[in-house]
Each structure stands twice: as structure tokens, then as C-alpha cells.
């Protein structure tokens, strides 16, 4: 399973953009995830593939990550958090109370609070305010990066997803989370039926779900300085990913 996390060197530290899954859930992934979830998500004993052992990879240390923005809490997001416990956490407050309110059996599935209740730097923002960027609204830059890292509502997926959007030297790179899952999806004239029904089985809110991807579809048939990637799609995976030696 493919969980794409971004690695942001700023003035304030190194950001982290989502965390896949942590140390923990790959040395004890009964115990924080499940049995079902263990054996669907095929979860190996390979802790090379954590955020924490890729970034010791690039020479940097646990505590050089001050920052992480994550799109959603969902346990193949949220399960670096731990890993990382000087970090301030930025997110949306709708989707850490989604994440702490188990009583539906989708919220159970989807989240695991075990990955990051421990965890004691928390920023919540309410996604009720904030400006335009291009055809999104309630869009919040954080100040501490110069509005040079922006959270933008993407709802439908869960309760408080976001995408994050990263200005660059020319344009933008938007993060879009679990918005869509494969780049072939921002054509609006594919159908991919497969995908349309993963996505619905896992959506908080299928309506809000397709409107939010029919705006990241306009935005990429319009903006062509804004780079769109998602968080599961392994053609994108390995074309960003730095070369190893």
C-alpha cells in the first residue's frame, strides 16, 4: 500500500505533509491496527518504509521535525504522528472529534487513536473560515510560513479533510490527501468504477466527495502552474521520489 508523505525543508525546521504508518504499527500492527486491517492492508515488518527511518535515511533526526499537516487521521496517514513527538500537529478540529468519536463502525475501521492521542502539540483550525485560493474557498495559510503553506478544505472523504498546497518557486504543489486515489482521475472524462467504489465505501459524505473532486479537476484543466498529486497513487510515488544511490 502506498502512503505518500512529503518532506518540506522551511525556515522553521523541517514539515512533514501526512506520516503513513509509524514504527509502531509496523513492529505491533495486531495490537494498534487489527487483525483485518493487519492482513487487507497487507502490513509487512519493514520499517524502512516509515517517515522516521526515510528521513534518518537523508541524514536528519527525529526531533528536526517541528511541523507535520496531515490531510486526515485515517490510520495510513496518522500512523507517523508518534514517531515525531516534538512536532506541533496542524489539522482541522472537525476531523480529530471524528477521529475520537468511534461510535460508527466506519469511524472504528478508519481510525486508529491509539497512533496519536499521546501525542501533546496540537494546532486545530476551524475550516468555517479563511480566503479564496483559485476555485477553492475557506482556504488558511499558516502565518508561521508566511502563507507559503496553505490548509484547504477537500470534504467528503472524511470529516476534516484537507489538502495541503506548498508554494514553489514557480506555482504550487497541492497535496490532495485521499481526495482522489490515482492521477488518471483528474480527467473528468475517465471513469474508473473500481476506484468510484472504494472511494464511496470510505466517504463520510459521497456528495461532498464528487464536488470536491470535480473542483480538483477543474483546477488542474485550469491552472497549469498548480502540480496536483494525491496520497496512494504509485506512478506519482516514484516519480517524486528521490533516486537511491
Same mark, same amino acid.
Given at each position: 500500500?502506498?502512503?505518500?508523505?512529503?518532506?518540506?525543508?522551511?525556515?522553521?525546521?523541517?514539515?512533514?505533509?501526512?506520516?503513513?504508518?509509524?514504527?509502531?504499527?509496523?513492529?505491533?500492527?495486531?495490537?494498534?491496527?487489527?487483525?483485518?486491517?493487519?492482513?487487507?492492508?497487507?502490513?509487512?515488518?519493514?520499517?524502512?518504509?516509515?517517515?522516521?527511518?526515510?528521513?534518518?535515511?537523508?541524514?536528519?533526526?527525529?526531533?528536526?521535525?517541528?511541523?507535520?499537516?496531515?490531510?486526515?487521521?485515517?490510520?495510513?496517514?496518522?500512523?507517523?504522528?508518534?514517531?515525531?513527538?516534538?512536532?506541533?500537529?496542524?489539522?482541522?478540529?472537525?476531523?480529530?472529534?471524528?477521529?475520537?468519536? +468511534?461510535?460508527?463502525?466506519? *469511524?472504528? @475501521? /478508519?481510525? #486508529?487513536?491509539?497512533?496519536?492521542? %499521546? &501525542?501533546?502539540?496540537?494546532?486545530?483550525?476551524?475550516?468555517?473560515?479563511?480566503?479564496?485560493?483559485?476555485?477553492?474557498?475557506?482556504?488558511?495559510?499558516?502565518?508561521?510560513?508566511?502563507?507559503?503553506?496553505?490548509?484547504?478544505?477537500?470534504?467528503?472523504?472524511?470529516?476534516?479533510?484537507?489538502?495541503?498546497?506548498?508554494?514553489?518557486?514557480?506555482?504550487?504543489?497541492?497535496?490532495?490527501?485521499?481526495?482522489?486515489?490515482?492521477?488518471?482521475?483528474?480527467?473528468?472524462?475517465?471513469?474508473?468504477?473500481?476506484?468510484?467504489?472504494?472511494?464511496? +465505501?470510505?466517504?463520510?459524505? *459521497?456528495? @461532498? /466527495?464528487? #464536488?470536491?473532486?470535480?473542483?480538483? %479537476? &477543474?483546477?488542474?484543466?485550469?491552472?497549469?502552474?498548480?502540480?496536483?498529486?494525491?496520497?496512494?497513487?504509485?506512478?506519482?510515488?516514484?516519480?517524486?521520489?528521490?533516486?537511491?544511490?
Amino acid at each position: 500500500m502506498v502512503c505518500h508523505c512529503l518532506l518540506l525543508e522551511t525556515d522553521q525546521g523541517l514539515v512533514l505533509v501526512d506520516t503513513g504508518l509509524g514504527v509502531e504499527d509496523y513492529l505491533h500492527p495486531k495490537q494498534r491496527l487489527g487483525t483485518l486491517l493487519t492482513h487487507t492492508a497487507r502490513i509487512q515488518h519493514d520499517l524502512s518504509q516509515t517517515a522516521l527511518k526515510q528521513i534518518q535515511q537523508l541524514g536528519y533526526q527525529a526531533s528536526d521535525v517541528q511541523h507535520i499537516l496531515v490531510s486526515h487521521l485515517d490510520f495510513d496517514h496518522a500512523g507517523g504522528i508518534a514517531d515525531f513527538p516534538n512536532a506541533t500537529v496542524h489539522i482541522f478540529a472537525s476531523e480529530y472529534k471524528a477521529a475520537c468519536n +468511534l461510535k460508527s463502525l466506519k *469511524n472504528r @475501521m /478508519r481510525y #486508529k487513536p491509539k497512533q496519536f492521542q %499521546q &501525542h501533546t502539540h496540537w494546532d486545530f483550525l476551524e475550516p468555517t473560515r479563511g480566503e479564496a485560493w483559485f476555485n477553492f474557498n475557506r482556504v488558511q495559510g499558516l502565518t508561521i510560513f508566511k502563507d507559503e503553506i496553505l490548509l484547504i478544505p477537500l470534504p467528503g472523504h472524511s470529516a476534516g479533510h484537507c489538502g495541503i498546497a506548498i508554494r514553489q518557486a514557480q506555482g504550487w504543489l497541492f497535496f490532495c490527501g485521499d481526495a482522489y486515489y490515482a492521477q488518471a482521475q483528474l480527467d473528468p472524462k475517465q471513469c474508473f468504477p473500481a476506484l468510484h467504489t472504494v472511494e464511496y +465505501l470510505f466517504a463520510e459524505n *459521497n456528495l @461532498m /466527495r464528487l #464536488k470536491t473532486l470535480a473542483n480538483i %479537476q &477543474h483546477l488542474a484543466q485550469t491552472a497549469p502552474q498548480v502540480e496536483i498529486i494525491c496520497a496512494h497513487d504509485p506512478i506519482a510515488l516514484a516519480q517524486y521520489q528521490i533516486p537511491k544511490a
